[in-house]
T-cell receptor, first 115, second 112 residues
């Protein structure tokens, strides 16, 4: 049971470099999400996708772009990485529409450090 | 921004003790969820609550949906070392109000 798979698990970047974080789910869920987790801040929503071909901004979208490649995959791109983007990034998915109350299921995260 | 107040922020307890934590909000929620995050992993769903007053158990864990719909509680009985981790509450306000809101987490440490 893979659930939500994120790659890579760890990454170190230099300021100004670009990178794409990958996420895939095998639960046939409609909605997918990207969060960042910083100490003392909990989980903050970056972007979400209600269905294939649609994406919307969350709480903290600046500096990020996303692509819902198909129903399974949702990627997060940092075009020009900044030290403030050092964080743990989580992808999640949920059954049904994004506005439904279905629980979200999380991947194991990508730990990103930007020097 | 953040709409859920979770407390306590951290707890240090001895194995065998019971644990209580809660989540409150000034807004009404239709769904409450409790997650646990082990070190180095993603949050895992523990319990989902969908009705005011609902009391649901999962092994040694019991969670309640407050009757005011503005709070929820999680209790862990007879704690063991593997209970260590961060516990998050999350709430959903209803279909027209979209996304899930998360508390900032309760860090639980259990001493053997």
């Amino acid at each position: 049971n893979a659930g939500v798979t994120q790659t890579p698990k760890f990454q170190v970047l230099k300021t100004g470099q670009s990178m794409t974080l990958q996420c895939a789910q095998d639960m046939n869920h409609n909605s997918m999400y990207w969060y960042r987790q910083d100490p003392g801040m909990g989980l903050r929503l970056i972007y979400y996708s209600a269905s294939e071909g649609t994406t919307d901004k969350g709480e903290v979208p600046n500096g990020y772009n996303v692509s819902r490649l198909n129903k399974r995959e949702f990627s997060l791109r940092l075009e020009s990485a900044a030290p403030s983007q050092t964080s743990v990034y989580f992808c999640a998915s949920s059954e049904g529409s994004w506005y439904s109350n279905q629980p979200q299921h999380f991947g194991d995260g990508t730990r990103l450090s930007i020097l | 921004g953040q709409q859920l107040n979770q407390s306590p922020q951290s707890m240090f307890i001895q194995e065998g003790e019971d644990v209580s934590m809660n989540c409150t909000s000034s807004s009404i929620f239709n769904t409450w969820l409790w997650y646990k995050q082990d070190p180095g992993e993603g949050p895992v769903l523990l319990i989902a609550l969908y009705k005011a007053g609902e009391l649901t158990s999962n092994g040694r864990l019991t969670a309640q949906f407050g009757i005011t719909r503005k709070d929820s509680f999680l209790n862990i009985s007879a704690s063991i070392p593997s209970d260590v981790g961060i516990y998050f509450c999350a709430g959903h306000r209803g279909s027209t109000l979209g996304r899930l809101y998360f508390g900032r987490g309760t860090q639980l440490t259990v001493w053997p």
